[in-house]
């Protein structure tokens, strides 16, 4: 069954939902996957709506529509997550902490062009996509791996795990010490001119244009940085064995789902289960749900 998602603002309605009637309770936020990531009614969800549990459940989400590319950063600045999450006589009793994150701040780091807006070059540690001219440079480093900043990379990286470490550092600091925050990686998008308004050709699609990467390379190079964020976020995992694996930290591999159909190579609209360029249609995100949910009460009950 689906889980009942509220939007964490409804805990302060003079009659608040009654969590208490459920046999899980998550705390959620996040980027895009858990809000809407697109004005097609017809397509329209979000991950929270389709996991799939055996038990009843509810999601208390401090991710709102319209944060279609919503930071790690910007999870600070909420004050409904820090507050149901730690602070002192704010915070609630929590199964599970629910995040979606890093796949908006890598797309957002790949929009940093070449030249800014003044025609300044902007240095190659402070993106992440090489021009051709610069890729030829380092032509040894591979068809794909050669249009990426592997200065821009490490300083992308550092981010990240320097944030996800805040996140634990911050649950360990109330009353939610030590309880599991699950993560999931990302299906790998096709790069096309597929968005929603402002961004209506996508976000992917045009930081290759402004880059000056042919066509026939930006898929490859695409499916290159999702790999490596795959890996950043299945290494956080904290039976990774990896060193930057963190405490009652869980990694659902959504990357790994050969049920995820891609869209069709330049297909401006909704295609297979996407319903743009990097958002699931229900039906995508239905498919993951399946799979996410059962894995999550499976660690919750291991």
């Not at 009793?93 to 994150?101: G, K, M, P, R």
């Not at 890598?106 to 800014?116: E, H, K, N, T």
């Not at 976000?203 to 244009?209: G, Q, R, S, T």
Request: aromatic content about 10%.
């Amino acid at each position: 069954m689906r889980p009942v998602v509220y939007p964490a603002d409804f805990l302060n309605r003079e009659t608040p939902p009654a969590l208490e009637q459920f046999a899980h309770r998550f705390l959620a936020e996040g980027d895009s996957w858990f809000t809407i990531g697109t004005l097609n009614f017809f397509d329209a969800s979000n991950l929270l709506f389709e996991l799939e549990f055996e038990h009843t459940s509810t999601v208390v989400s401090c991710a709102y529509p319209g944060d279609t590319l919503q930071h790690m950063v910007d999870f600070w600045k909420d004050r409904h997550f820090r507050r149901l999450l730690s602070v002192a006589n704010f915070a609630l009793d929590w199964d599970a902490i629910l995040l979606s994150a890093g796949g908006n701040d890598m797309i957002d780091a790949v929009q940093v062009p070449p030249v800014d807006k003044d025609g300044n070059a902007i240095p190659a540690d402070r993106r992440i996509l090489l021009t051709p001219g610069e890729a030829a440079q380092q032509a040894t480093a591979g068809p794909a791996a050669r249009y990426v900043s592997e200065a821009g990379w490490t300083r992308f990286a550092n981010y990240l795990d320097a944030n996800f470490r805040l996140i634990v550092q911050e649950r360990d600091r109330g009353r939610n010490a030590g309880r599991p925050i699950f993560l999931h990686t990302y299906a790998v998008p096709t790069v096309r001119p597929a968005g929603v308004l402002p961004t209506s050709i996508g976000w992917l699609f045009p930081a290759f244009v402004a880059a000056g990467i042919p066509p026939a390379d930006r898929q490859a190079v695409s499916d290159l940085m999702f790999a490596r964020l795959r890996k950043l976020l299945m290494d956080l995992d904290s039976d990774s064995g990896a060193a930057t694996s963190l405490p009652h930290v869980h990694v659902f591999d959504s990357a790994a789902l050969a049920s995820i159909v891609p869209a069709e190579q330049g297909a401006a609209g909704s295609s297979n289960d996407w319903s743009n360029e990097i958002h699931l249609t229900w039906e995508g995100y239905r498919k993951v749900g399946r799979e996410f949910g059962p894995f999550i009460e499976r660690k919750l009950l291991s």
